[in-house]
T-cell receptor, first 116, second 115 residues
Framework: AQSVSQHNHHVILSEAASLELGCNYSYGGTVNLFWYVQYPGQHLQLLLKYFSGDPLVKGIKGFEAEFIKSKFSFNLRKPSVQWSDTAEYFCAVNADVGGGADGLTFGKGTHLIIQP | GAGVSQSPSNKVTEKGKDVELRCDPISGHTALYWYRQSLGQGLEFLIYFQGNSAPDKSGLPSDRFSAERTGGSVSTLTIQRTQQEDSAVYLC?????????????FGPGTRLTVT
């Protein structure tokens, strides 16, 4: 079974700082990768996704992520964060194993706080 | 258009009682998923429906948990003889097709508290 590791559980940054949140997964086959965000009091929303093609994917609100297959990583980046980026960020994996195993495996999440 | 809706938004129940949680997916979405979000375990996959059938029940934590989907639309997650460890936020998601090709849209969740 696949697993997802998010190494940073809590991150505190000042506005305009650059952001990189780590995500590593364990599965040797084809994977689909996602970053979801949960703003305070709101439900999970998709930031970006990787299915195939260009390993550098761009999402909403200026976020991007790079899939590095050799490192089993899918780190989330943003060059300049804003106070409104304060939220919980989740990395998720769906392994293309077929047979109906279509649930997402989530990391534990990273709580990001942006200080004005 | 309307997103995924869930009801109730909050449910407090006594240990040992049965509860039913409801999910209305986005219209036309064939795939439906249930997840559980708790402090200790993070986000866990519970069950997946394609149409009315559930090819993957591997995530259900025990036989006290069951789910059904009727008419390819509404789904109900039932927890029998609730225990305190069942306290969590139960999330529903839907998608146009299987997760390997389509993104999932999440509902606001049902916060279940077992006293």
């Amino acid at each position: 079974a696949q697993s997802v590791s998010q190494h940073n559980h809590h991150v505190i940054l000042s506005e305009a700082a650059s952001l990189e949140l780590g995500c590593n997964y364990s599965y040797g086959g084809t994977v689909n990768l996602f970053w979801y965000v949960q703003y305070p009091g709101q439900h999970l929303q998709l930031l970006l996704k990787y299915f195939s093609g260009d390993p550098l994917v761009k999402g909403i609100k200026g976020f991007e992520a790079e899939f590095i297959k050799s490192k089993f990583s899918f780190n989330l980046r943003k060059p300049s964060v804003q106070w409104s980026d304060t939220a919980e960020y989740f990395c998720a994996v769906n392994a293309d194993v077929g047979g109906g195993a279509d649930g997402l495996t989530f990391g534990k999440g990273t709580h990001l706080i942006i200080q004005p | 258009g309307a997103g995924v809706s869930q009801s109730p938004s909050n449910k407090v129940t006594e240990k040992g009682k049965d509860v039913e949680l409801r999910c209305d997916p986005i219209s036309g979405h064939t795939a439906l998923y249930w997840y559980r979000q708790s402090l200790g375990q993070g986000l866990e996959f519970l069950i997946y429906f394609q149409g009315n059938s559930a090819p993957d029940k591997s995530g259900l934590p025990s036989d006290r948990f069951s789910a059904e989907r009727t008419g390819g639309s509404v789904s109900t997650l039932t927890i029998q003889r609730t225990q305190q460890e069942d306290s969590a936020v139960y999330l529903c998601a839907s998608s146009s097709g299987p997760a390997r090709s389509y993104e999932q849209y999440f509902g606001p969740g049902t916060r279940l508290t077992v006293t």
